[in-house]
């Protein structure tokens, strides 16, 4: 894994739209998209360099991570709606070129199966954007999800539905069940990108990197993919204990080590 530890949230969200920019750019490309507010800087960094620099997303896909269950895609919160609002609609994606998981089927079972082999069909996703949970879910591959998963429906634990309260009216109004993306199925994209901001996320970034490869942390798991970039603020970086390994862009360390 390539472990880049920076100062702050705009470096974070200013290195990542680095290498998106860099897909991007290389020709027809699969992105996977995470929601909540960790990639948000990063999308409205890619927004500006459309507007700025006419970087285009014309000939990419886009794949969404999850879905909440029960959710209409109209619903302010779906992450249909979400990922419009936060950065689609605001660039040049072609009309249904951007796949989410669709919250309402009436099986969801036929709705996860039917996802993957949508993926699969347009090539597989190159780069896939991660956020984590602060129990070290990925997607919401919740602790214990098998780690060859599948997209599946999922139960959100009390943790997340206290966590994800603050984009709700309450904590009851967040949904009990989701549609995401497996374990297996994330494990697929051939460059994964997880941002980590904040220090309630340094606890699980801990474990995930420093930990054993364990179903308590799902993002343990990424210890076993070829091609890991994780990027930190400084305070998501807070409780690794192993830095001498990581590389630095604080100023403390030089940049020496590239996988
Ligand atoms: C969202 C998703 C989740 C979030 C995670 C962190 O699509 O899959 O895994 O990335 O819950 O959420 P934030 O970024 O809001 O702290």
Redesign the pocket.
């Known amino acids: 894994m390539e472990i880049i530890i920076l100062p702050d949230a705009d470096a974070v969200a200013s290195t990542t739209a680095d290498i998106i920019e860099e897909q991007v750019r290389s020709g027809r490309s699969v992105l996977g998209?995470?929601?909540?507010?960790?990639?948000?800087g990063t999308y409205r960094e890619l927004i500006e360099r459309h507007s700025r620099d006419g970087l285009s997303f014309a000939d990419a896909q886009a794949f969404?991570?999850?879905e909440y269950v029960g959710l209409p895609a109209s619903h302010p919160e779906s992450?249909h709606s979400v990922i419009r609002r936060e950065f689609t609609d605001s660039v040049d994606f072609t009309v249904g070129t951007v796949h989410g998981l669709d919250g309402e089927a009436e099986n969801p079972a036929a709705e996860a199966g039917r996802y993957d082999a949508s993926i699969a069909a347009a090539g597989g996703v190159d780069v896939q954007i991660?956020?984590?949970?602060?129990d070290g879910?990925?997607?919401?591959n919740e602790p214990m999800s098998s780690l060859s998963s599948r997209t599946r429906i999922k139960t959100l634990t009390e943790q997340?539905r206290r966590?994800?309260a603050r984009f709700f009216a309450s904590q009851n109004e967040v949904p009990e069940h989701v549609l995401?993306q497996g374990l297996g199925t994330i494990r697929e994209a051939r460059h994964l990108l997880l941002?980590g901001?904040?220090e309630?996320?340094a606890a699980a970034v801990a474990a995930a990197i420093e930990g054993p490869i364990a179903a308590a942390c799902p993002a343990s798991v990424l210890q076993l993919h070829p091609h890991v970039t994780i990027l930190l603020d400084a305070p998501a970086a807070s409780k690794l204990a192993h830095t001498e390994y990581y590389q630095y862009t604080l100023g403390r360390k030089p940049a020496w080590q590239r996988f």
């Open positions: 998209l995470a929601t909540g507010s960790t990639p948000l969404l991570l999850d992450y991660l956020g984590i949970g602060t879910h990925i997607g919401f997340t966590d994800n995401t941002l901001l904040g309630a996320k």
